[in-house]
C-alpha cells in the first residue's frame, strides 16, 4: 500500500458509528496537560493529546486477546490501527525535516509489532517523538512550504495532517472498543459519575 493510501485509508462506516457511539467532546481524564505552549501550537497540542490520552485509554482497555480482531477480511486489526498511528506520528514528521528512529521504515512499520505490550509502548513513544518535535519547532518554521503526496502545505499543515489522522483513526479504535463490548473508559467514568450527580 502506498503511504498515500496509507494516510487517507479509512473506514467511513466505522467512523459514522465512531461519531454516534462517542459522548462529544470531552477530555480524557488521563490525557497529559497541554505543553505550556500559546497559540497555533498550543491548540495543537491540546487536541492532539486528547487523541493520545484517549487511544492510550483505549489500547489498555482492549484485552491482548482482541489485538487481532479486525471487522472484516482486508481491513486493521485493532493492534493495527495503534500501529497505523505510531507510524504516522514517526513517519509523517521525516517529511518535515524530523528524523525518525534509527531503523524506521513506513512502509514496514504497522505491521512490525504484535504483542499488546509492545504496541501500547510504541503508540506512547510515537507521540512523545512527535509532540517533541512540534514543541521545538519554532513559530517561523512552521510558515515553511511542505509537500505531501503532492500536496503543497507548510509545516504548520503537516502537524494539522497529524492531528487529523490520530482523530479520524481514535473514532475507528472507539468503534472496534465497542464492537468488542469495551466500553471507553472515559464513557465509563462519565457513566459511573451520573448517579453521584443526580
Known sequence: MSMHRMVRASLAPVALVAAVLSSGVTFAQDAAPPA????VKGDLLTWIQDA?????QLADAMPESKYG???????RSVGGVFMHVAA??????SFIGVPAPAGFKFETYEQS??????IVKA????FAHMEGALKATSDANMDKPAEFFGMKTTVRGAYFLLLSHAHEHLGQAIAY??????????????????????
Open 177 to 198: 472498543a465497542r464492537m468488542n463490548k469495551v466500553t471507553p473508559p472515559w464513557s465509563a467514568k462519565e457513566h459511573a459519575a451520573e448517579p453521584k450527580k443526580q
Open 69 to 75: 480482531w479486525r471487522p472484516d477480511t482486508g481491513v
Open 88 to 93: 504516522a506520528n514517526y513517519g509523517l514528521p
Open 113 to 118: 509489532l504484535t504483542k499488546k505490550a509492545d
Open 36 to 39: 505550556a505552549t500559546s497559540g
Open 123 to 126: 503508540l506512547h513513544d510515537s
Open 52 to 56: 493520545e490520552g484517549k487511544l492510550a
